[in-house]
């Protein structure tokens, strides 16, 4: 539903190490600058409040960020959520006397102070904009201290149209009486209904055990939700089902709803009306267990001990109700449960976060199978971070109009999709560290009074636009006055450094050493793996930082990550070779480092394990790797960074005349297949990958290549041949020249499509004005890195000095972000891209992947450029 630009990690410790151009002093000027407007404050018109306040004042703006938001659809897209966090932001929580707000063109945008991560305290702003076409849209925050204070709230804080709502209410004054009509199947228990009294609204609700359907006690059974939209109930007992209010108009309506009964909002008010009949199902959007017997039964949440509604957030733009299930006995267990379920102005999603205690095999979500309706199934050939969704349409409204109901889930969270006699359902995989599993989802209704759409094909089409907002963010783009501040100095070798040193020290303290054996990948949410970047690459840039500033505790990292893979006979853990995938094999760099430190056998026994995979692994008719074994005939760009430079310098270390010999040879030929079947003769670009067979769905049927120019399979094979050229000797004078060659023509190429404003690269790089195309910096690091490397290593002349700077620069100015703590963050990652199954290798397809924060493909290679560019500044 929002943006997000906030870290991966809610590690909020000092980094210790901060660049020169932000000293301790320099930062303290920044935060004074930042937080506290210690140079002249600029006097705009008094910020909008209409609640009564001692004395008119002048509140006092400092500029804390300016962001540029772009829509990376084809579409419009009206209120349109942004995020950013306190800490992203770099500044502290506001305090009573100072509020936030967000300007674009001098137009005050509906801005909230929201929860982000459901752990009751705020963490950052949420604000809506209107994303009409693929313009930069500026958007300045500021900082607006009062010198008066806010006498009802404390705070203060503009007052904005209330387009949101969430609420309960439940009847004080009367009494509890034996229930006439107790529901069926809890005959046996002694239920009550409540006479007489009156409602009262409150923020916290836990029925009593003697509490049921129909009781007359909770004014419309349970919690309400909405937005200007429509608007949704929660049965708050054994039924769990979800119901819908559609709405005739855009005000809030919850509190005029069931005062006087349960029959009246049954009918069609001025307002509106219930419009769904839930019955036995899980209704709109609710959730529950499928059991894995015979007939796959689907167990609502019924059997619970007890059921606490919270009303969360009840915002202008966001509310939020928190469900607790305390004692939920299912068929599998007994674990506490909580629901998230929250909205957003502007949207009928309603967005479903469930935190499990216990692991579950699924929670399965799904809208009630009305006589007559018609499921609509979204497409799943697509990756999993994309949404999809599963729906229905027809007359199934009270009021006997159209109606349409989906669940959107993101398609690697997809067991199945199935239906029983009362639902369509969709199975999901929780996902998380056991006892902490999580599940996510959003829920949607469309009805045709409200919405204007008509039939199937005019709700085919929302479905879509909905699921592509979900799945592509908006781009954007973070420059905070705290990071402008450390940036101001000019660029100088100890500079360029210490951005790479604090970067390195940030993610030493967020997650750098969790990624051994059993611990845990904060980015995959999964255990670790024995592979390419978390395993291999990181640890590889952090062992060469230990190696340029004599700083051992950079050392930490290869030696209790790649090493805690290691048995102490030498056995891999985490790796089959079987799998014959050649993302398993960049850790062998670090073995070969660990072995010639220490000298200990089982390193060399482990790196000769992944030698021998490379004997034996599948290739191409003329000899190129396959990408993995399941990826059959088919060479990436990825693939010749992953094996090659392993290769190389295996065969340096432990083999000798003929056989060094061959394996080099193998290398070369490696680049010599990718020269030939990747690169585009027009551009000098390389395409991603190549089938041999043509078999694959995203290959060209004449030359098996893929359909784009994606910029870090690009900065994959860029870094593979300044890292290769490290191993290859002199004497071979042919395969040094011919790889040298490539880093010539590669660098002229790569200078043509370099963003000559900004000085980073494109994700697609060819395509810098098509819709959706973002400035990538994991590509950007990876290119600075190779043109530096190159000048240093004498491949390149000192003619490319200047994009080799550029290009740095634009790795500080773009995507750096600096925190009040002194840690470092890098932003605009591509997360994932590949080609297989729902990955196509399109335009598309590349624009839809998510986009990420300090993932370790990105932050390695930013370090790596650091130690370069310091390494080339020093020369100059």
Same mark, same amino acid.
């Given at each position: 539903?929002?943006?997000?630009?906030?870290?991966?990690?809610?590690?909020?410790?000092?980094?210790?190490? =901060?660049?020169?151009?932000?000293?301790?002093?320099?930062?303290?000027?920044?935060?004074?600058?930042?937080?506290?407007?210690?140079?002249?404050?600029? *006097? #705009?018109?008094?910020?909008?409040?209409?609640?009564?306040?001692?004395?008119?004042?002048?509140?006092?703006?400092?500029?804390?960020?300016?962001?540029?938001?772009?829509?990376?659809?084809?579409?419009?897209?009206?209120?349109?959520?942004?995020?950013?966090?306190?800490?992203?932001?770099?500044?502290?929580?506001?305090?009573?006397?100072? %509020?936030?707000?967000?300007?674009?063109?001098?137009?005050?945008? %509906?801005? /909230?102070?929201?929860?982000?991560?459901?752990?009751?305290?705020?963490?950052?702003?949420?604000?809506?904009?209107?994303?009409?076409?693929?313009?930069?849209?500026?958007?300045?925050?500021?900082?607006?201290?009062?010198?008066?204070?806010?006498?009802?709230?404390?705070?203060?804080?503009?007052?904005?149209?209330?387009?949101?709502?969430?609420?309960?209410?439940?009847?004080?004054?009367?009494?509890?009486?034996?229930?006439?009509?107790?529901?069926?199947?809890?005959?046996?228990?002694?239920?009550?209904?409540?006479?007489?009294?009156?409602?009262? *609204?409150?923020?916290?609700?836990?029925?009593?055990?003697?509490? #049921?359907?129909?009781?007359?006690?909770?004014?419309?059974?349970?919690?309400?939700? !909405?937005? $200007?939209?429509?608007?949704?109930?929660?049965?708050?007992?054994?039924?769990?089902?979800?119901?819908?209010?559609?709405?005739?108009?855009?005000?809030?309506?919850?509190?005029?709803?069931?005062?006087?009964?349960?029959?009246?909002?049954?009918?069609?008010?001025?307002?509106?009306?219930?419009?769904?009949?839930?019955?036995?199902?899980?209704?709109?959007?609710?959730?529950?267990?499928?059991?894995?017997?015979?007939?796959?039964?689907?167990?609502?949440?019924?059997?619970?001990?007890?059921?606490?509604?919270?009303?969360?957030?009840?915002?202008?733009? /966001?509310?939020?109700?928190?469900?607790?299930?305390?004692?939920?006995?299912?068929?599998?267990?007994?674990?506490?449960?909580?629901?998230?379920?929250?909205?957003?102005?502007?949207?009928?999603?309603?967005?479903?976060?469930?935190?499990?205690?216990?692991?579950?095999?699924?929670?399965?979500?799904?809208?009630?199978?009305?006589?007559?309706?018609? =499921?609509?199934?979204?497409?799943?050939?697509?990756?999993?971070?994309?949404?999809?969704?599963?729906?229905?349409?027809?007359?199934?409204?009270?009021?006997?109009?159209?109606?349409?109901?989906?669940?959107?889930?993101?398609?690697?969270?997809?067991?199945?999709?199935?239906?029983?006699?009362?639902?369509?359902?969709?199975?999901?995989?929780?996902?998380?560290?056991?006892?902490?599993?999580?599940?996510?989802?959003?829920?949607?209704?469309?009805?045709?009074?409200?919405?204007?759409? $008509?039939?199937?094909?005019?709700?085919?089409?929302?479905?879509?636009?909905?699921?592509?907002?979900?799945?592509?963010?908006?781009?954007?783009?973070?420059?905070?006055?705290?990071?402008?501040?450390?940036?101001?100095?000019?660029?100088?070798?100890?500079?360029?450094?210490?951005?790479?040193?604090?970067?390195?020290?940030?993610?030493?303290?967020?997650?750098?050493?969790?990624?051994?054996?059993?611990?845990?990948?904060?980015?995959?949410?999964?255990?670790?793996?024995?592979?390419?970047?978390?395993?291999?690459?990181?640890?590889?840039?952090?062992?060469?930082?230990?190696?340029?500033? +004599?700083?051992?505790?950079?050392?930490?990292?290869?030696?209790?990550?790649?090493?805690?893979?290691?048995?102490?006979?030498?056995?891999?853990?985490?790796?089959?070779?079987?799998?014959?995938?050649?993302?398993?094999?960049?850790?062998?760099?670090?073995?070969?480092?660990?072995?010639?430190?220490?000298?200990? !056998?089982?390193?060399?026994?482990?790196?000769?394990?992944?030698?021998?995979?490379?004997?034996?692994?599948?290739?191409?008719?003329?000899?190129?790797?396959?990408?993995?074994?399941?990826?059959?005939?088919?060479?990436?760009?990825?693939?010749?960074?992953?094996?090659?430079?392993?290769?190389?310098?295996?065969?340096?270390?432990?083999?000798?005349?003929?056989? /060094?010999?061959?394996?080099?040879?193998?290398?070369?030929?490696?680049?010599?297949?990718?020269?030939?079947?990747?690169?585009? !003769?027009?551009?000098?670009?390389?395409?991603?990958?190549?089938?041999?067979?043509?078999?694959?769905?995203?290959?060209?049927?004449?030359?098996?290549?893929?359909?784009?120019?994606?910029?870090?399979?690009?900065?994959?094979?860029?870094?593979?041949?300044?890292?290769?050229?490290?191993?290859?000797?002199?004497?071979?004078?042919? $395969?040094?020249?011919?790889?040298?060659?490539?880093? #010539?023509?590669?660098?002229?190429?790569?200078?043509?499509?370099?963003?000559?404003?900004?000085?980073?690269?494109?994700?697609?790089?060819?395509?810098?004005?098509?819709? +959706? *195309?973002?400035?990538?910096?994991?590509?950007?690091?990876?290119?600075?890195?190779?043109?530096?490397?190159?000048?240093?290593?004498?491949?390149?002349?000192?003619?490319?000095?200047?994009?080799?700077?550029?290009?740095?620069?634009?790795?500080?100015?773009?995507?750096?972000?600096?925190?009040?703590?002194?840690?470092? #963050?890098?932003? *605009?990652?591509?997360?994932?891209?590949?080609?297989?199954?729902?990955?196509?290798?399109?335009?598309?397809?590349?624009m839809n992947e998510p986009v990420s924060v300090n993932d370790p493909k990105g932050t390695s290679p930013y370090i790596l450029a650091s130690i370069e560019m310091y390494k080339l500044?020093?020369?100059?």
């Open positions: 539903m929002f943006s997000s630009n906030k870290a991966l990690t809610n590690n909020k410790q000092f980094a210790t190490t =901060l660049t020169p151009c932000l000293t301790k002093a320099s930062l303290a000027m920044a935060i004074c600058f930042a937080m506290f407007g210690c140079s002249k404050p600029i *006097n #705009s018109e008094q910020a909008s409040d209409t609640t009564p306040i001692k004395e008119v004042t002048q509140p006092s703006r400092v500029k804390i960020a300016e962001v540029d938001v772009i829509n990376p659809s084809t579409f419009a897209r009206k209120d349109e959520a942004i995020y950013f966090s306190y800490y992203d932001l770099g500044i502290e929580k506001p305090k009573k006397n100072s %509020s936030i707000e967000v300007l674009h063109q001098e137009k005050q945008l %509906s801005t /909230q102070h929201i929860d982000s991560d459901y752990d009751g305290v705020n963490d950052g702003i949420l604000f809506l904009i209107d994303l009409i076409d693929n313009k930069v849209n500026t958007v300045t925050i500021n900082t607006v201290k009062m010198n008066t204070i806010n006498e009802k709230t404390g705070i203060n804080q503009p007052v904005f149209k209330k387009r949101v709502q969430a609420e309960i209410s439940h009847k004080v004054d009367g009494n509890w009486l034996a229930h006439t009509k107790p529901a069926k199947h809890l005959i046996d228990k002694n239920l009550q209904e409540y006479q007489g009294g009156k409602f009262k *609204n409150v923020t916290q609700l836990t029925p009593p055990d003697y509490y #049921s359907d129909h009781s007359n006690w909770i004014r419309y059974e349970g919690p309400g939700i !909405e937005s $200007d939209k429509v608007g949704y109930r929660i049965y708050l007992d054994w039924r769990n089902g979800f119901d819908i209010f559609g709405k005739l108009t855009e005000e809030p309506i919850l509190s005029k709803i069931g005062q006087d009964g349960y029959e009246s909002y049954h009918h069609m008010q001025p307002w509106g009306m219930d419009i769904l009949k839930v019955g036995g199902s899980l209704g709109a959007g609710g959730f529950g267990l499928m059991t894995d017997d015979k007939n796959s039964t689907l167990e609502h949440i019924s059997e619970v001990k007890t059921r606490q509604a919270i009303i969360a957030e009840n915002g202008n733009i /966001q509310s939020r109700v928190n469900i607790n299930y305390l004692g939920w006995k299912n068929s599998l267990n007994t674990q506490n449960l909580t629901a998230n379920i929250s909205m957003i102005a502007g949207s009928r999603l309603a967005k479903v976060h469930l935190n499990l205690e216990k692991d579950l095999p699924n929670i399965t979500a799904g809208v009630v199978k009305h006589q007559g309706s018609k =499921l609509i199934q979204g497409n799943i050939d697509i990756s999993g971070y994309q949404y999809s969704y599963i729906a229905s349409w027809g007359k199934q409204s009270l009021d006997d109009s159209m109606l349409g109901m989906a669940i959107f889930f993101k398609k690697g969270q997809l067991i199945k999709t199935l239906e029983d006699e009362k639902n369509y359902l969709v199975q999901l995989k929780p996902r998380g560290k056991s006892g902490e599993t999580a599940v996510e989802y959003y829920f949607a209704s469309v009805w045709q009074p409200e919405s204007g759409i $008509d039939n199937e094909a005019e709700f085919i089409a929302y479905l879509k636009q909905e699921a592509d907002k979900l799945t592509r963010k908006p781009r954007t783009y973070l420059s905070t006055a705290l990071t402008e501040q450390a940036t101001s100095t000019p660029l100088k070798a100890e500079g360029a450094l210490n951005w790479g040193i604090a970067l390195a020290d940030s993610e030493l303290n967020r997650k750098a050493l969790g990624y051994f054996h059993n611990g845990w990948d904060v980015n995959r949410a999964r255990k670790p793996k024995f592979e390419y970047d978390i395993i291999g690459l990181q640890p590889y840039t952090f062992d060469l930082l230990a190696d340029l500033t +004599g700083d051992e505790k950079y050392r930490q990292v290869i030696e209790q990550v790649t090493a805690s893979f290691i048995t102490d006979d030498g056995k891999i853990l985490a790796y089959n070779k079987k799998n014959f995938n050649i993302d398993n094999i960049p850790p062998g760099r670090n073995l070969l480092r660990l072995y010639k430190r220490t000298q200990d !056998e089982k390193f060399r026994l482990a790196a000769t394990a992944l030698r021998q995979q490379l004997t034996e692994h599948p290739k191409t008719s003329q000899g190129a790797f396959w990408h993995k074994n399941k990826y059959t005939n088919q060479l990436w760009l990825d693939g010749v960074y992953m094996g090659m430079p392993f290769l190389a310098e295996y065969a340096m270390m432990f083999e000798e005349g003929h056989q /060094q010999q061959e394996s080099l040879h193998e290398v070369i030929n490696e680049f010599k297949l990718t020269r030939k079947y990747l690169r585009d !003769e027009k551009s000098g670009l390389y395409y991603h990958g190549w089938d041999e067979s043509k078999e694959q769905s995203w290959a060209n049927k004449s030359t098996g290549q893929s359909p784009e120019f994606w910029a870090r399979g690009v900065g994959w094979l860029a870094m593979a041949i300044v890292d290769v050229l490290d191993s290859i000797p002199e004497k071979n004078i042919d $395969d040094r020249k011919f790889l040298i060659e490539m880093v #010539s023509e590669l660098a002229d190429t790569l200078a043509k499509v370099q963003d000559q404003t900004s000085g980073a690269w494109w994700q697609v790089l060819d395509k810098p004005n098509a819709v +959706g *195309n973002y400035k990538e910096s994991s590509a950007t690091a990876m290119f600075t890195y190779f043109f530096a490397k190159a000048i240093n290593n004498g491949y390149l002349t000192d003619d490319y000095n200047n994009i080799a700077q550029s290009a740095f620069k634009a790795l500080i100015n773009e995507f750096t972000v600096v925190h009040l703590d002194g840690a470092t #963050s890098m932003t *605009n990652q591509c997360y994932v891209a590949g080609l297989s199954f729902g990955r196509d290798g399109s335009y598309g397809y590349y500044l020093n020369k100059n």
